[in-house]
């Protein structure tokens, strides 16, 4: 059962571009959202979270749209540079339980010069 | 942002020995995790660990799993005795706790078990 699923798998976008990757879950308990940034090699970056109080979250070029009632959410990553060249991966978990993170499949991007 | 250290970063055994994986968390962290990826996959939890006591394990967390964290020093993952499926990326995490809810993970150690 995947309880958190990313589209698409793979995307591509030109540098200066805004990348969208979409996220969404199953488990309603669901109230704390944190995206990961993981490069080859490398262990998952915390990019950037959304507790599910809130149905925008900002920092710089990074943005969580968060939609309760649909149980979906999406990274907006605006004039993508190369180096932003990753593996993210979403994430949830119910902070008033035993806070284990449910993860997705993630969603390789490459940004384009 | 904080960092989660991990030793070693990659391991190679013969199926049926034991393995020690080491977690060096951030310093002020009360809570920690491991997480299994095997190549291709998302990141699984395993098992989460406070006041030295473990208080969530997954199925993925077989009996052959034991996790401690002796006087503040490594969090340790041991394997023993170690199966072909064992082989992946082993990730610690930890976080502060006390109404923070941010995991910070290591670089992760690659096990493969032949």
């Known amino acids: 059962q995947q309880q958190v699923r990313q589209s698409p798998q793979s995307l591509t976008v030109w540098e200066g571009e805004t990348a969208i990757l979409n996220c969404s879950y199953e488990?309603?308990?669901?109230?704390?959202f944190p995206w990961y940034q993981q490069f080859p090699g490398e262990g998952p970056a915390l990019l950037i979270s959304?507790?599910?109080?809130?149905n925008k979250k900002e920092d710089g070029r990074f943005t969580i749209f968060f939609n309760k009632r649909e149980k979906k959410l999406s990274l907006h990553i605006a004039d993508s540079q190369p180096g932003d060249s990753a593996t993210y991966f979403c994430?949830?978990?119910?902070?008033?339980?035993?806070?284990?993170?449910?993860f997705g499949k993630g969603t390789q991007l490459i940004i384009q010069p | 942002g904080p960092k989660v250290l991990q030793i070693p970063s990659h391991q190679i055994i013969d199926m049926g020995q034991m393995v020690t994986l080491n977690c060096d968390p951030v310093?002020?962290?009360?809570?920690f995790y491991w997480y299994k990826q095997i190549l291709g996959q998302q990141m699984e939890f395993l098992v989460n660990?406070?006041?030295?006591?473990?208080?969530?394990k997954s199925k993925l967390f077989k009996d052959q799993f034991s996790v401690e964290r002796p006087d503040g020093s490594y969090f340790t993952l041991k394997i023993q005795p170690t199966a072909l499926e064992d082989s992946a990326v082993y990730f610690c995490?930890?976080?502060?706790?006390?109404?923070?809810?941010?995991?910070?993970f290591g670089p992760g150690t690659r096990l493969t078990v032949l």
């Open positions: 310093s002020n962290h009360l809570y």
């Open positions: 660990f406070y006041n030295g006591k473990v208080m969530e």
């Open positions: 959304i507790l599910s109080v809130s």
């Open positions: 995490a930890s976080s502060m706790g006390l109404g923070t809810y941010e995991q910070y």
């Open positions: 488990n309603s308990a669901f109230d704390y």
């Open positions: 994430a949830g978990t119910n902070t008033g339980g035993a806070d284990r993170l449910t």
